[in-house]
């Protein structure tokens, strides 16, 4: 499944990087601190967050992620756009808890 | 260091703003050498972490890697205050980051934790006051 159908499931809206919603989303990966995300999570993963600053994007490309999802209505920094664009990680936002976000896309990853 | 291909990257103290950056860069130095896999992944979360200690305590550090054919060697030198116990800092869950850092998802008490478990040979130097060597090894 790739990421513009994980969208639509979800109904996920899209902030940047909409070039990259076609990649394939080959697994997810959710948590808040940064070490735990370098250490723990895997290429080709969905990153759902709550973190919406900066820094978030260099973890996202250094650990080749699909894209991020902020959770809980969470607004990217402006910051984080614009280097989101830059490096081309889609950014996605939902209203929805993390724990929801997760467990409708592990469903669908594994039906 | 031993003969091969050698590089260096700067590294400002407190500047969380481009905290990952001479990380991103550094990979993509390695991915155009041809190194990838498992061994790109570890040496990425290796530098990635020793990159945001370097923010997080010191003015100013420097990281540098040589690159041979059977390793990756990665030194990384600050003039941060040093590491009192090297043990507890070693122990995960330890951190003497603020608030302020925390708030941004670093100072989890994982960044040690996660270079030794990276590396095939690790090793750290320390002075109170003076800074600290992290030696980190990649067998490729």
Same mark, same amino acid.
């Given at each position: 499944m790739n990421l513009t159908l994980l969208a639509e499931k979800l109904n996920l809206s899209v902030v940047c990087g909409g070039d990259g919603l076609d990649r394939e989303v080959s697994g997810g990966y959710m948590g808040d601190l940064l070490s735990d995300v370098m250490a723990n999570s895997r290429e080709g993963d969905v990153w759902i967050t709550c973190q919406s600053h900066q820094n978030i994007v260099a973890v996202s490309v250094l650990k080749e992620h699909v894209g991020i999802i902020l959770v809980l209505g969470k607004k990217p920094d402006d910051d984080t756009i614009e280097k989101a664009s830059r490096e081309g990680i889609p950014l996605l936002v939902t209203e929805l808890s993390g724990f929801e976000t997760v467990g409708r896309i592990y469903n669908l990853l594994h039906p | 260091m031993s003969q091969g291909y050698k590089f260096s990257f700067p590294v400002k103290g407190?500047?969380? %703003? %481009?905290?990952g950056k001479a990380s991103v860069e550094i990979k993509r130095f390695l991915k155009g050498l041809g190194i990838t896999g498992d061994v790109l992944r570890r040496t990425a979360i290796a530098i990635y972490e020793s990159e945001v200690n370097i923010i997080s305590y010191a003015r100013q550090g420097n990281i540098n890697i040589c690159v041979t054919d059977a390793s990756i060697l990665i030194n990384i030198r600050d003039n941060g205050?040093?590491?009192?116990d090297i043990e507890q800092a070693m122990k995960q869950g330890y951190s003497t980051a603020d608030d302020h850092i925390r708030e941004m998802g670093f100072g989890a008490g994982m960044g040690l934790f996660n270079i030794k478990n990276c590396s095939d040979d690790f090793e750290i130097l320390s002075e109170v006051n003076r800074g600290t060597l992290l030696k980190i090894s990649i067998n490729r």
């Open positions: - | 407190d500047n969380f %703003d %481009d905290a205050p040093g590491i009192t």
